[in-house]
């Protein structure tokens, strides 16, 4: 397969932005570095907050930011754009119907990737914008999957580390992440996706068991092999 070249849609946020980046690099077979993947890091740190736009749309849209930034990647000589928000997706039919080159789903992916796993019932730790979409329900059904949401209180709960802590560049205690774990699996979850980049950082500092689904890993893996690539061992 001819090798192509990545675009990434980055700054949303930042930091799971650069833990794409690095998981690309580290989940990529490669023994030089002109083995490893060529991509492009566009850290847009202008496109507006997605689920501040999705519960309320006087708020300012992302979807014109997110598609100027993927053509850029385009003109720039991506041949395939990545976009690590999962939140994002909800503007993902617009984005790729304006995008001048295919855009990957993480979301859907990863309910691939949990139907691979022989989930049955399966956790979405989330932001409320994406919650509110039905962006991972609808993609966990289509799979067979049951999907099984926080209750209100758990939600704010997660909210509070995805703003509070991880985009505030705080680190959240193991302490603090148990009773969100606890939660899921006493409500009969055999795998917890961690539908928001963010989480994807928390999964990074604490190390977080097999149960877990970590949508910014099936990305990265579903770049590396989509570009051309193939995956550590």
Same mark, same amino acid.
């Given at each position: 397969m001819? =090798?192509?070249?990545?675009?990434?849609?980055?700054?949303?946020?930042?930091l799971?932005?650069?833990?794409?980046? &690095?998981?690309?690099?580290?989940?990529t077979? %490669?023994?030089?570095?002109?083995?490893?993947?060529?991509?492009?890091? /566009?850290n847009?740190?202008?496109?507006?907050?997605?689920t501040?736009y999705?519960?309320?749309?006087?708020?300012?849209?992302p979807?014109?930011?997110? #598609?100027?930034? %993927?053509?850029k990647? %385009?003109?720039?000589g991506?041949?395939?754009?990545?976009i690590?928000?999962?939140?994002?997706?909800?503007? +993902?039919?617009?984005?790729?119907?304006?995008?001048?080159?295919p855009v990957?789903?993480?979301?859907? &992916?990863?309910?691939? =990737?949990?139907?691979?796993?022989?989930?049955?019932?399966?956790?979405?730790?989330?932001?409320?914008g994406t919650?509110t979409?039905?962006? +991972?329900?609808?993609?966990?059904?289509?799979?067979?999957? &049951?999907?099984?949401?926080?209750?209100?209180?758990?939600?704010q709960?997660?909210?509070t580390?995805? +703003? /509070?802590?991880?985009?505030?560049g705080k680190?959240?205690t193991?302490?603090?992440?148990?009773?969100?774990?606890?939660?899921m699996?006493?409500?009969?979850?055999?795998?917890?996706i961690?539908?928001?980049? &963010?989480?994807?950082? #928390?999964?990074?500092e604490?190390?977080?068991d097999?149960?877990?689904i970590?949508a910014?890993?099936?990305l990265? /893996?579903?770049?590396?092999?989509?570009?051309?690539?193939?995956?550590l061992?």
């Amino acid at each position: 397969m001819e =090798k192509k070249v990545l675009g990434i849609i980055g700054g949303v946020g930042p930091l799971a932005t650069m833990l794409l980046g &690095e998981s690309i690099v580290r989940r990529t077979k %490669a023994f030089s570095d002109q083995e490893h993947m060529h991509f492009i890091i /566009d850290n847009d740190t202008r496109i507006p907050d997605r689920t501040a736009y999705i519960l309320d749309h006087s708020k300012p849209n992302p979807l014109p930011v997110m #598609v100027e930034d %993927a053509n850029k990647l %385009a003109d720039a000589g991506a041949d395939m754009i990545v976009i690590p928000c999962n939140t994002a997706h909800n503007f +993902y039919d617009d984005l790729q119907s304006n995008s001048k080159v295919p855009v990957l789903h993480m979301i859907r &992916e990863t309910a691939k =990737k949990a139907r691979q796993l022989n989930a049955n019932r399966v956790g979405v730790l989330a932001t409320i914008g994406t919650l509110t979409s039905n962006l +991972y329900q609808e993609a966990l059904m289509d799979e067979g999957i &049951e999907p099984v949401i926080p209750d209100e209180v758990m939600q704010q709960d997660i909210m509070t580390v995805i +703003y /509070d802590y991880v985009k505030a560049g705080k680190k959240i205690t193991s302490a603090q992440w148990q009773p969100i774990e606890a939660a899921m699996k006493n409500a009969g979850c055999d795998h917890i996706i961690l539908g928001c980049t &963010e989480l994807s950082v #928390v999964n990074r500092e604490l190390s977080l068991d097999d149960s877990y689904i970590d949508a910014l890993i099936v990305l990265a /893996d579903c770049a590396i092999t989509s570009c051309g690539y193939e995956l550590l061992d």
